[in-house]
């Protein structure tokens, strides 16, 4: 995995990459005016170190205390790069995390009290603009209770705020580690949903095109939470599940071998992702890693995993081979999401009620994989995150091609206002940033 998690190009387009990159350090320069170099705690820590901080969590009441205390300054610092007319309906109340192009902040609706969470994208630089576009195109469309609600947006030349849902639950992985038991049958309790999400979004032509443990969020910290998909900054639209796309992005250990021969392709990238994750979320360990990126992305083009050490030999058959029909490298005969929720293995461990505890091997392997992360880069502990990933989070190649264009949101340079009310779909305002905010409310 090299030394962080960040989304990047294959080599074969190292030229754009390297561009790229360049774009992303300065962007992320000019935008961080005021930031300290450390990151604030919740940012894009690769999902190893994120999960072994928390094998002896405090509970979710003091994490949270604990957090709010920490961030209640940084959120004092973040009202003042809010618009008026955010602050004027929404209470900030702290700093959740950062992305490549982005904050996001725990915020309070002032006239109903209810929690929500805002993303603060800068749309200025065109890579942050573009990684928006897409990400509102998709949440302007959906509405499904495994995929994150978009609740409205304000739209300005230089930012965009979009208020989603809160989830409150934490990572998938930092939930397997934590329950101190975790079994097959709560693998697929998980995975149904992701799989439902995923199948809503596949069946609407939306690929994710980023499907990692990160991008699932618990709603809330109680065991009957709902799952949520998020973070659609590199999601697509496809006229239909057949539709071929050819951009190269997404995060190395998760990309589909066709993305990496550059073959053109489509939703079943993400069925491979979920191959990726339900092996993560069985062993702890990756099905596919390396050091080096080059040797990485040479094991997935070959389909190069196995099922050794522990806990494999105490995981089922069936389970095996949901991971197998999600990794073949053929694409065509590749589980779809509405096949893979119907698998045996989904259907019958979702309903068994005693199941073999694979937690100590999870967690084990989890450990391993962040001391020798650690020391290969030893400036990332796990609260100082992913050095790497600042600015480079997101890397999207270049090349602007049909499916880049379709799908996104028109407009961004115009402002206006999304208000989504639950009864009626999206309703859109526009109002200029000048107006008042109340002039321009739904
Ligand atoms: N609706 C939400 N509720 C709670 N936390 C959220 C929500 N949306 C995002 N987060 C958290 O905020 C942090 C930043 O998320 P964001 O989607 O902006 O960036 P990212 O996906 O981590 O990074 P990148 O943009 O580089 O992919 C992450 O830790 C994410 O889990």
Request: charged share 25%.
């Amino acid at each position: 995995m090299g030394c962080g998690n960040s989304k990047v190009l294959p080599e074969a387009s190292k030229k754009g990459y390297v561009s790229v990159v360049q774009s992303l350090v300065a962007f992320s320069k000019a935008h961080d005016d005021d930031e300290p170099k450390k990151r604030p705690e919740k940012q894009k820590s690769p999902w190893f170190s994120t999960s072994v901080k928390n094998l002896h969590p405090p509970s979710n009441i003091q994490q949270q205390t604990l957090r709010d205390g920490r961030h209640q300054d940084k959120a004092a610092k973040y009202k003042d790069k809010f618009d008026p007319r955010v602050t004027a309906r929404y209470d900030i109340k702290a700093l959740i995390g950062r992305g490549s192009f982005s904050r996001v902040v725990r915020v309070e609706h002032r006239a109903t009290r209810q929690p929500f969470a805002i993303k603060m994208m800068e749309v200025e630089a065109p890579e942050g603009r573009e990684v928006c576009a897409s990400e509102l195109a998709v949440l302007h469309r959906v509405r499904h209770s495994n995929v994150i609600q978009l609740i409205e947006v304000f739209q300005f030349p230089q930012r965009v705020y979009m208020v989603l849902e809160l989830a409150t639950g934490g990572e998938l992985l930092d939930r397997v580690v934590s329950r101190g038991h975790f079994t097959e049958r709560d693998a697929t309790q998980a995975l149904r949903m992701v799989l439902a999400g995923v199948g809503y979004l596949h069946n609407l032509g939306i690929t994710h095109r980023d499907l990692k443990p990160e991008n699932l969020l618990y709603y809330h910290p109680g065991a009957d939470s709902r799952l949520l998909v998020t973070d659609f900054g590199l999601a697509t639209f496809g006229i239909d599940r057949t539709w071929f796309l050819r951009t190269t992005c997404g995060t190395p250990e998760y990309i589909a071998p066709e993305v990496l021969l550059r073959r053109p392709y489509s939703c079943a990238v993400d069925m491979w992702a979920l191959g990726v994750i339900t092996y993560i979320v069985l062993s702890g360990s990756m099905p596919f890693e390396d050091e080096s990126r080059m040797r990485l992305y040479r094991s997935i083009v070959r389909g190069k995993y196995s099922f050794h050490g522990n806990p494999w030999p105490s995981v089922s058959n069936l389970a095996k081979d949901f991971i197998q029909r999600l990794l073949p490298l053929d694409p065509a005969t590749r589980l779809t999401a509405d096949q893979a929720i119907r698998h045996p293995w989904v259907v019958t461990m979702a309903a068994s009620s005693s199941m073999m505890n694979l937690h100590r091997s999870i967690s084990q392997n989890l450990r391993q994989r962040a001391s020798r992360s650690s020391s290969r880069c030893p400036s990332r502990t796990a609260s100082s995150g992913d050095s790497n990933s600042v600015g480079l989070g997101r890397l999207i190649s270049l090349e602007k091609n049909q499916e880049q264009q379709q799908g996104r949101a028109s407009g961004l340079s115009q402002p206006q206002r999304v208000i989504q009310h639950p009864a009626r779909g999206l309703q859109e305002h526009h109002c200029h940033p000048t107006e008042a905010p109340d002039s321009c409310e739904g």
